[in-house]
């Protein structure tokens, strides 16, 4: 294993009526403010509680609407004037990543000098936030636990994340009740995002991580046994619950404990919503069995067939878990890439039963950015992922194969 540092500070409170501990973590503050996306939380019910939890309490609460998916840096620019105009102490971000990237921006927004999308550009540059907390309604970033915001400059097209733990919520409050009024299509792009997480974690160089990999498919197997559930059955309480938890569980830095992880898919993906209104977990599905597919080589086959075996299930009966190695090195290299290659296609067939797009060219998108998109990302990055690492004409491929 790697060395690695593993810090998880947030408070996390979860299970219906969790609501009543915001008392706890805001009695200590007189002016908040309250973030919020396009209104989802008004109709749904959420809003009402949390009021009525803040309203029982000494606490002017300012408030913030219409932070969009994939948060623009306005409505940071909007959110850090607020703060400064009104001595915001304390942010409470209620909604899905959108509302929790955007208070995080203007958390650290606050205390620094210049335009907030300078951070995007140096995160070094993060040096004191305001303190935050959440009550999430959307299981699938992770960003209720973790350090990461990821803000959008449409003027600029560009999509760009920090980390700081500086960041990480003071509190988290996961009411998976909050969750029942999901669409499909979000439970959909949510649960997809949840699994990308986990796969960029998961297919990692560092094959030394016994202990990890296998929660880390407990997680994946979760996702893939409730996600149908939730969509079929909104209200179903145990679907959401087992959801809910494998979010945060999925990105809170446990899951890359000693690993180098990848992420190029979600830097490839990153580039697709900073051109196009694509929903994160959409994109997502869409590159994901591309990329495993583009990845594949010899050398790499038995993180692909533990993949397969482990979560899918595939060729079970020939392995065990003491002597997996031995039976893998038994099996020629075509059997491997057999093996293999049935998994990515029972991911991509799993995302396409859960309702969500199969290709780019659906989402109406024209075939020439992938050129434009492998460009961008590689004037910023150079390349892309570790467990293959990715030039800008492996980029360009892997988005010409979404178009197909
Ligand atoms: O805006 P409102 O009205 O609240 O509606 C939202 C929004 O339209 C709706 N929604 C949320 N909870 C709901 C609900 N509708 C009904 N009932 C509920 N309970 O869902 C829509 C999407 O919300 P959004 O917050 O955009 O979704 P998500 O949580 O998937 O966040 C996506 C953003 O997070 C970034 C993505 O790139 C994207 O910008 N990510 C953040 C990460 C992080 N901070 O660690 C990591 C991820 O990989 C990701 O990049
Ligand atoms: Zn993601």
Not at 268 to 286: F, R
Not at 296 to 307: F, G, R
Request: overall charge negative.
């Amino acid at each position: 294993m790697e060395n690695f540092h593993l810090s998880m500070p947030t408070n996390i409170y979860f299970g219906h009526g969790m609501v009543k501990k915001l008392t706890k973590h805001l009695n200590q503050y007189k002016r908040i403010l309250l973030v919020a996306g396009g209104g989802s939380i008004k109709k749904n019910g959420v809003y009402e509680q949390v009021r009525a939890v803040l309203d029982s309490m000494q606490i002017k609460v300012f408030e913030l609407w219409g932070v969009q998916p994939n948060p623009d840096i306005e409505s940071v620019r909007e959110g850090i004037k607020i703060c400064k105009d009104n001595d915001i102490e304390f942010i409470l971000a209620v909604g899905g990543g959108s509302v929790i990237d955007a208070s995080k921006a203007i958390a650290a927004g606050f205390y620094f000098k210049d335009d907030p999308w300078l951070l995007f550009y140096d995160e070094t540059k993060v040096k004191k936030a305001l303190p935050i907390g959440v009550i999430l309604t959307l299981p699938a970033t992770g960003s209720e636990t973790n350090g990461n915001a990821v803000v959008s400059n449409r003027e600029k097209q560009e999509k760009l994340s920090i980390h700081s733990d500086l960041l990480k919520p003071v509190f988290a409050i996961l009411d998976p009740y909050y969750t029942f009024s999901l669409p499909q299509s979000q439970t959909a792009a949510g649960s997809a995002d949840i699994l990308a997480h986990l796969f960029e974690q998961y297919f990692s160089k560092n094959l030394d991580n016994y202990l990890i990999d296998r929660m880390t498919e407990a997680v994946m197997k979760t996702v893939i046994k409730y996600a149908p559930i939730a969509i079929k059955e909104p209200e179903n309480l145990a679907a959401r619950e087992q959801l809910m938890y494998a979010s945060t569980l999925a990105l809170n830095g446990l899951l890359s404990s000693g690993k180098v992880t990848d992420w190029a898919t979600h830097a490839l993906e990153h580039e697709v919503s900073a051109t196009h209104d694509v929903t994160h977990g959409v994109g997502l599905a869409i590159l994901f069995p591309r990329w495993m597919k583009y990845c594949y080589s010899d050398d790499k086959a038995i993180k692909y067939v533990e993949y397969a075996v482990n979560v899918w299930e595939i060729k079970k009966e020939d392995f065990n878990f003491i002597d997996f190695n031995q039976v893998f090195e038994k099996l020629s290299k075509e059997e491997r890439k057999s093996i293999a290659f049935e998994a990515i296609e029972k991911t991509a067939q799993f995302f396409k039963s859960l309702g969500l797009p199969d290709s780019f060219r659906s989402l109406n998108i024209d075939p020439s950015y992938s050129k434009i998109w492998a460009s961008n990302l590689i004037k910023r990055d150079k390349s892309a992922g570790n467990f293959k690492v990715l030039y800008e004409e492996d980029i360009k491929q892997i988005y010409e194969s979404c178009f197909e």
